[in-house]
Antibody
Framework: QVQLQESGPGLVKPSDTLSLTCLVS????????WSWIRQPPGKGLEWIGY???????RYNPSLKGRVTFSLDRSRNQFSLNLTSVTPADTAVYYC??????????????????WGQGALVTVSS | NFMLTQPHSVSESPGKTLTISCTRS????????VQWYQQRPGSSPTTVIY?????ASGVPDRFSGSIDSSSNSASLTISGLKTEDEADYYC?????????FGGGTKLTVL
């Protein structure tokens, strides 16, 4: 059973960089897309972006170049850096496997495994 | 870019059937798969429906999904409602720029 676990600081100061790591266990990071998704307290879900196991990335344009992903295949983990944070970046940050890709249809599908989420508060 | 619009909240009695809608603001609903996720308080989202109408593993067949090109929307239908179905439900899809979630629908079974 694939499991994902986020780790990182729970409190970040405004204008600093938010950094989180997602450790994948029970399966290889190879051949899949891996995403970060966040959820502000009491609000809905927002896709931040994905990184493919090859290292290629796609980010949500709304984050305006503040986000960077990296991946460490030897450690089976991937990471998120979000710069110049403000209180609006306060959220539970989830890592997830996906979007899954259907080779036959060329369509993307679900985020099928999620971490438990890490609450990150941006405050001085 | 597009938006996925869901009702903010719905409620129904146990044993009844209920449908949650998800309307795509632009572009065809059929141009990319729609997924539905269930999120209980304090928990991570889990898939209930993927690829428009496929039931995720372990999800009871009381759940079903569909898309309707005429209304450019997707629907999640839950029959034989149980109190354990109380949760937030999110639809999700994508275009060539980004992945999008609906705002979520809070389901109350009373």
């Amino acid at each position: 059973q694939v499991q994902l676990q986020e780790s990182g600081p729970g409190l970040v100061k405004p204008s600093d960089t938010l950094s989180l790591t997602c450790l994948v266990s029970g399966g290889s990071i190879t051949s899949y897309y891996w995403s970060w998704i966040r959820q502000p307290p009491g609000k809905g879900l927002e896709w931040i972006g994905y990184i493919y196991y090859t290292g290629s990335t796609r980010y949500n344009p709304s984050l305006k170049g503040r986000v960077t992903f990296s991946l460490d295949r030897s450690r089976n983990q991937f990471s998120l850096n979000l710069t110049s944070v403000t209180p609006a970046d306060t959220a539970v940050y989830y890592c997830a496997r996906g979007p899954n890709y259907d080779i036959l249809t060329s369509y993307y599908s679900e985020f099928d495994y999620w971490g438990q989420g890490a609450l990150v508060t941006v405050s001085s | 870019n597009f938006m996925l619009t869901q009702p903010h909240s719905v409620s129904e009695s146990p044993g009844k059937t209920l449908t949650i809608s998800c309307t795509r603001s632009s572009g065809s609903i059929a141009s990319s798969y729609v997924q539905w996720y269930q999120q209980r308080p304090g928990s991570s989202p889990t898939t209930v429906i993927y690829e428009d109408n496929q039931i995720a593993s372990g999800v009871p067949d009381r759940f079903s999904g569909s898309i309707d090109s005429s209304s450019n929307s997707a629907s999640l239908t839950i029959s034989g409602l149980k109190t354990e179905d109380e949760a937030d439900y999110y639809c999700q899809s994508y275009d060539n720029t980004s992945w999008f979630f609906g705002g979520g629908t809070k389901l109350t079974v009373l």
